[in-house]
């Protein structure tokens, strides 16, 4: 049986076990539960099977999210002691991401010969930026105006082991948050804004010295973002088993029934997401005639990941390269990547628009259109540098309800499916900034389509 025949039967046996076992839910026929188990495992077992003979690591991945469901479905109790190997594969990509955007950028920014490039590349990328997540901003506040998912919710009982400490963001902190103080601190609180700062000052001020002193430096922070590369190689062979063991904790720890209770908000946030996909990075794909099909196939496994792990942060090394291999240059990848992992959050940004909104609709309180487009741009601004933290938005999400005099109690409504919102708008955010280096790579005029895309 050939690779495509397997997974045309494995696809049709899983959805035969997943339509028996719904069938059986709802008492439609009589089927013991322990054959349907049964049998859902061998459906699955095709699929395992499938990933061997097709040896692809986004594949494995894929699959390994399936399996994790089932897990989580048939042994919930079992999968929330599978959290920490996750928890392992988040640490191990922590350890990269400092090095990795310190030797990228620093590169790709000394190792230009013109520094009048890097800033044109700068402005382009900021300008870039700061449009796409506008729209996202306003898309956000329409989508939760129009359902209006907050209204009518009883607000449960807080307890004092529920409460949450919630820190004001003031405009000093905001722009506090820009400037390290302490590299190594900044390295150690995994604040992806500060490393991105320094590192493009000290590739700055590499750029403007002599020759004789810039080169060694050049070539160590090249000869550094080939090793951290390899590093994620590395660790990438562990992804499968760690995106698994993230998926078959949501399932267990939520159950798929909490979708029923909360789908008005969920299906407002993937709505939203779903259409600043098709109608705002789509158009831009095709206006600047980017090649989509090799895009989608780039971009698969680092959004997978992504979604699995609700960090940015394990996807951007996958990213990073994936975007190399089908034409851009390195220079600016390592340059614009970063950058968009700070500036670029299209997905946070449309979710704290709504988040915020619909924290005020649970709690009754009536927001005039000035105080929302005030509160939501607070929110674009305090969320700069959060993508490589999960659920990092949500901290940023309540300190910015507390500046505004607002109850945090709606948010314990969001915390029940904050994994599975997370998991949707990281994986745009990931989508996002991956397109936002196509994008600049192609107004540079230095997009070169490879002769094949590098698995």
Known sequence: MNKNNLLVLS???????????????EGLIGFPPIALTVFRWLALSTLIYYSFVRKSLTTTILISMVIGVEVGID????????????????RLIKTIIAPLLFATLVYGIAGHS??????????????????VTTIALFIGLAAINISKAGDGIQLPPVTD??????????ITDIVLHIFPENIAKSIYDGAVLEIVVFSILFGIATAMISEKHRKPIVNFVEALS????????????????????????????????????????LLTLYAALTFFLVFVLLPVALLFKVPIKEFINAIIEPVSIAFATTSSESALPKAMKAMENIGVPRKIVAFVMPMGYSFNLDGTTLYLALASVFVAQAAGVELSLSTQLIMVFTLMLTSKGVAGV??????????????FDLPIEPVFII????????????SVNVIGNCLATVVIAKWEGEFKKPEAIVQ
């Open 415 to 426: 915390l029940a499916i904050d994994e599975l919102m997370d998991m949707a708008r990281t």
């Open 161 to 170: 082991t529920d409460k949450l400490p919630v820190h004001k963001q003031t």
């Open 114 to 131: 013109n520094l009048k490039q890097v800033g044109r590349m700068g402005w382009k990328s900021i300008l870039y930026f700061e449009v």
């Open 11 to 25: 696809v049709v046996l899983i959805a035969l076990a997943g339509a028996l076992s719904f069938a059986a839910v």
């Open 390 to 403: 999960p659920r990092a938005s949500l901290v940023i999400l309540l300190g910015t309800l507390a500046s």
């Open 226 to 265: 080939e090793v951290m590369f390899k590093f994620t190689n590395i660790i990438m062979m562990f992804a499968p088993i760690a995106v698994g063991a993230a998926i078959a904790y949501t399932v267990g720890h939520m159950g798929l029934g909490i979708l029923v209770n909360l789908m008005k908000l």
């Open 75 to 90: 042994f919930p109790e079992f999968s929330q002691k599978l959290k920490i190997l996750s928890q392992i594969f988040l």
